[in-house]
């Protein structure tokens, strides 16, 4: 079964809109991560953030800002006045805890293409 | 600090050859993976390293693709022989025994 879901497969929005991509995970595990990385076109894989699963409360970083609800499974991600720079691909990513510290693996979603028109 | 460096960037080959892909580590970083990006698919990892010892090499069609860390550094991975369904991007990244991975720029492989 799929443990990230993205249901957006493309976005594209105006410069200066705003856009939220969705995230929807699922685990039986009670402490997970969630993160969520940048993929531009040069193709290397940028992070933007991580999250417990006991932090619940909502975060923003300049023009991002992330939707954390425990109760609906989402994690989602929003852009805030975007810009041309922000299209890329965006991937949100599970890491159930494993029983070796050593041991984190990441499980993605298919990813959501932005496109920022000028 | 330098990332995480892999070589070559691109590659093309026929199909039924081999190939390598190279990968170094930001140094320090115990923990090693490898993951194939299929066009329009996200990464899934395809090997995990814990200093020169194999962790998790499930999801390795271990029949054409091996791989191997020596010294607990640079890692190569290797597919011999290639076929059409290998095309993709090949990532590398590592960790300090943390929850965190570093990416590299990856490798893209064309098999025709």
């Known amino acids: 079964a799929q443990k990230v879901t993205q249901a957006q497969t493309e976005i594209s929005v105006v410069e200066k809109e705003d856009v939220t991509l969705d995230c929807v995970y699922e685990?039986?595990?009670?402490?997970?991560?969630l993160f969520w990385y940048k993929q531009p076109p040069s193709g290397e894989l940028v992070f933007l953030i991580r999250r417990n699963s006991f932090d619940e409360q909502n975060e923003i970083s300049g023009r991002y800002s992330w939707n954390f609800q425990k109760s609906t499974s989402s994690f989602n991600f929003t852009i805030t006045a975007s810009q041309v720079v922000d299209s890329a691909v965006y991937f949100c990513a599970l890491s159930e805890a494993p029983g070796n510290v050593n041991d984190y693996k990441l499980s993605f979603g298919a990813g959501t293409t932005v496109t920022v028109r000028a | 600090e330098a990332g995480v460096a892999q070589s070559p960037r691109y590659k093309i080959i026929e199909k039924r050859q081999s190939v390598a892909f190279w990968c170094n580590p930001i140094s320090g970083h115990a923990t090693l993976y490898w993951y194939q990006q299929i066009l329009g698919q996200g990464p899934k990892l395809l090997i995990q390293f814990q200093n020169n010892g194999v962790v998790d090499d499930s999801q390795l069609p271990k029949d054409r693709f091996s791989a191997e860390r020596l010294k607990g550094v640079d890692s190569t991975l290797k597919i011999q022989p290639a076929k059409l369904e290998d095309s993709a991007v090949y990532l590398c990244a590592s960790s300090l025994a943390q929850v965190e991975q570093f990416f590299g720029p990856g490798t893209r492989l064309t098999v025709l």
């Open positions: 685990t039986r595990d009670t402490t997970y991560y």
